[in-house]
């Protein structure tokens, strides 16, 4: 299976701030990962998938880079709503695996 | 609009059996494929399988041994989970979602249906 690791696990930051996280699998992937973003309780949201592609209806100020092993999210400009915890998932080949999350909290 | 609607909680003995429901509306059922993930508490979420609701083509994760079986009904626009031999690590949030292309991201999921298993 491909193993799918985010860091940093956990970010404070404050409103405003540009903040990146970074996922990297355990082989290549090409351009098949996505990008989620989860509230608690909630199911997850999808932000960007086939690595940079923006989900319809998703703030521009999400972004998403990378390919083959090294992918990262940017939130330019993060905003309250935006507090959330972010997971990386490759859909390359079964099983899909996802990253362990990383969280975004309040400074 | 397009949604995924889950069944309602469940609790469960250990050796038992759980059945999600996940009733789909919006969209053209039979042209997509259906997940089901799972998120035990605190823990990343498990991608379970998945089937293509107009060929009923299957696909499951190994880590499931032979537990683990989708169908649907297409008459009723739902997708089903079944979960046999339930050990207490199958408590967890389990999430139907569809994929827009064979190899996509999940752009609708359903709310989740929380499966606790106690004795």
């Known amino acids: 299976d491909i193993q799918m690791t985010q860091s940093p696990s956990t970010l404070s930051a404050s409103v405003g701030d540009r903040v990146t996280i970074t996922c990297r699998a355990s082989q290549s992937v090409g351009r098949w990962l996505a990008w989620y973003q989860q509230k608690p309780g909630k199911a997850p949201k999808l932000l960007i998938y086939d690595a940079s592609t923006l989900q319809n209806g998703v703030p521009s100020r999400f972004s998403g880079s990378g390919s083959e092993t090294q992918f990262t999210l940017t939130i330019s400009g993060l905003q309250p709503d935006d507090f959330a915890t972010y997971y990386c998932q490759h859909y390359h080949t079964y099983p899909w695996t996802f990253g362990q999350g990383t969280r975004v909290d309040i400074k | 609009q397009v949604q995924l609607v889950q069944s309602g909680a469940a609790v469960k003995k250990p050796g038992a059996s759980v059945k999600v429901s996940c009733k789909a509306s919006g969209y053209s059922f039979s042209s997509y494929d259906i997940h089901w993930v799972r998120q035990a508490p605190g823990q990343r979420l498990e991608w379970m399988g998945k089937?293509?609701?107009?060929?009923?083509?299957?696909k499951y994760s190994q880590n499931f041994q032979g537990r683990l079986a989708f169908t649907r009904d297409t008459s009723a626009t739902t997708v089903y989970m079944e979960l046999t031999s339930l050990r207490s690590e199958d408590a967890a949030v389990y999430y139907c979602a569809r994929s827009p292309r064979t190899l996509d991201g999940f752009d609708v999921w359903g709310q989740g249906t929380m499966v606790t298993v106690s004795s």
């Open positions: 089937i293509h609701a107009g060929t009923s083509n299957t």
